[in-house]
Every structure is written in C-alpha cells, then in structure tokens.
C-alpha cells in the first residue's frame, strides 16, 4: 500500500491534515488582511478546508491543487455542500507541475507541504511567483524545538529550526510578520485523528490483505510521535511579506 493510500485511510475523520484549528486558520486569514474577491491558492489543498474557511469568512475566491484524487473528490463534495463551488475550484494533479498565472493571487499558501517542491527553500521561490507585488504568503512547517534534540531522532529528519526557517525566508526575499503556532492539543488532536482512522480501519477489513501494513503504520507512528515528536516537533503557520526595501 502507497503512502498517500495509507493517508486517506488514517485521514477519514480530519478536515484539517495539519496540526492546527479552525480558529487559528481564521487567525491566519485576518493576519493576511483577506477581503471579499481576493484570489488565493493553495498547494497541497487536502480537503479543501482552509480555502473553504476563507471563502465562508473573508470571500475569497480561490484555487486548490491536491495530488490524491479522493482529496479532491471530498474538497469538491465540500464545496458544493457549502454553496462554494463558484468561488473555490479544486485542481486534481501533481501541484508542482501546476501551470499557475504568476503574480496574480493576493495570497500563496502552502500549509503542511512543502515537500511538493522537495523542501521549505524552494517552496518559498514557487509561492514567490504566484503573488502580486504586494501579496503575502501562508506556509505552514514542522520545525525542532529545540537544538538539543538527540541524534537518534534528529538525524533521518529533513526539519529545520525555527531559526533556520526564519533565516531562509529573509534570504530568499521575505520577512516573517506573523506566527500562528501549534500547541500540544493541536498535535495531539491531529495524530490520535489519523490513528483512528487506521484502527477503524483495521477493524472494518480482518481480511485485506495488506492489513498488516496499516498495523504497522499505525504503530510506527504511535511510536515516533510518544518516543520523540510531541517533545520535540514544533509546527506554525507563518505568514511571509516580501521585502519592499533596500537591505
């Protein structure tokens, strides 16, 4: 079973596929200065829920590319449910290859997924291309919590500090003007969601034959997260400005 397989199963109860809430995307989008028919896209859209909070909320219209067609297929049934259909489309496909209109969105986010672009630096140039003159950028990323993280945990792990992360963005062009983090209950909602997602999974298929794969998942990931990801995982949305004046 692939990983993004594995991903729709533990995923079943989320909207959100980050460790944050409603409320703090709600945070994001005031920081932004969202307003009624502001363009926006997101890479790695998922479910489609931040861009549906942000229509429902601010009016704005946007698009969201997601590789996993059952992502897209739950984004569009959201969509339409919510009588956003005309104001959100949802792209099905591979958001790196996204041929996308440059410097047209008042908003580029990335929130979780970053490793479409094989990393934090690069994905900064890409959503640099996307925004207007005056357009900001939403990233969300993983980061350590600290430098002292034991070399067991750290060393198979391509996460920055958040030093590093701040240090990056105003080397390729921007300030950081805003942090919406995500605290332990944000962690906790996010990965028990995607373990029981797998249980009931388990559960439902005694005989699927690839069962045992989703056991060890599920346990692999319990294990990682209670060994050394809550203490040391710390995880925020940013909100990017680009630089306007001289260095």
Avoid at 111 to 122: C, D, M, T, V
Avoid at 135 to 159: F, L, Q
Wanted: hydrophobic share 40%; glycine share 8%.
């Amino acid at each position: 079973m692939k990983f993004l397989e594995l991903k729709d199963i533990s995923e079943r109860y989320l909207e959100l596929v980050n460790p944050t809430s409603p409320e703090k995307i709600l945070t994001v989008g005031r920081v932004l200065g969202l307003k009624e028919d502001d363009r926006v896209i997101d890479f790695g859209s998922g479910y489609g829920e931040v861009l549906a909070l942000w229509a429902q909320h601010f009016g704005i219209t946007g698009i969201g590319i997601d590789l996993r067609e059952k992502a897209c297929k739950r984004a569009r049934a959201k969509m339409a449910e919510g009588g956003l259909a005309d104001r959100i489309e949802i792209v099905c496909g591979n958001a790196a290859g996204y041929a996308f209109e440059p410097y047209a969105f008042d908003v580029a986010a990335c929130i979780g997924a970053s490793f479409i672009w094989n990393g934090y630096r690069p994905a900064l140039g890409k959503l640099k291309e996307a925004i207007k003159p005056n357009g900001k950028v939403a990233i969300g990323e993983p980061s350590w919590r600290t430098t002292a993280v034991p070399p067991e945990y750290s060393r198979n792990e391509t996460v920055h500090t958040e030093y590093e992360l701040l240090r990056i963005a105003r080397e390729e062009g921007f300030d950081f003007e805003y942090v919406v983090r995500a605290g332990h209950d944000d962690w906790d909602h996010y990965e028990a969601g995607n373990w029981r997602g797998l249980v009931r999974w388990i559960d439902e298929n005694p005989d699927h034959p690839e069962r045992q794969q989703v056991i060890e998942h599920l346990h692999q990931s319990q294990d990682e997260y209670t060994r050394y990801a809550r203490e040391y995982f710390g995880w925020a949305i940013y909100v990017l400005n680009p630089v306007h004046y001289a260095a």
